[in-house]
Nanobody, 125 residues
Framework: QLRLLNSGGGLVQPGGSLRLSCAAS????????VGWFRQAPGKEREGIIC????????EFVDAVKGRFTISRDTAKSTVYLQMNDLKPEDTDVYSC??????????????????WGQGTQVTVSS
């Protein structure tokens, strides 16, 4: 059974950094597209960035370009979201989604089969 664990969130000052993790158990993330999403209370989940099964990266949100990067450690079956130069508007619950094997990246949460539980990121001074 596939399980995804999100971790790494927390409280950080503006300009700070965090690295979020999406760790899979019972499944290898090496052959799947993995996307990071964020969601504010009362709003829809927004696709931010995705890494394909071939490690191609697609960024969906202009506001995070140049600040957020996604990477994969296949041996650890973990995908990371490195967030730099964080801003108060980045405050959200962040979660990862995993697609069926070899399916491409998309920005739509309904395309993703499995989800982490989410981790809260709060950017505040």
């Amino acid at each position: 059974q596939l399980r995804l664990l999100n971790s790494g969130g927390g409280l950080v000052q503006p300009g700070g950094s965090l690295r979020l993790s999406c760790a899979a158990s019972g499944f290898s993330l090496g052959y799947s597209a993995v996307g990071w999403f964020r969601q504010a209370p009362g709003k829809e989940r927004e696709g931010i960035i995705c890494i394909s099964s071939r490690d191609q990266v697609t960024e969906f949100v202009d506001a995070v370009k140049g600040r957020f990067t996604i990477s994969r450690d296949t041996a650890k079956s973990t995908v990371y979201l490195q967030m730099n130069d964080l801003k108060p508007e980045d405050t959200d619950v962040y979660s990862c989604g995993v697609r069926q094997v070899l399916y491409p990246c998309t920005k739509w949460d309904y395309d993703y089969e499995w989800w982490g539980q989410g981790t809260q990121v709060t950017v505040s001074s």
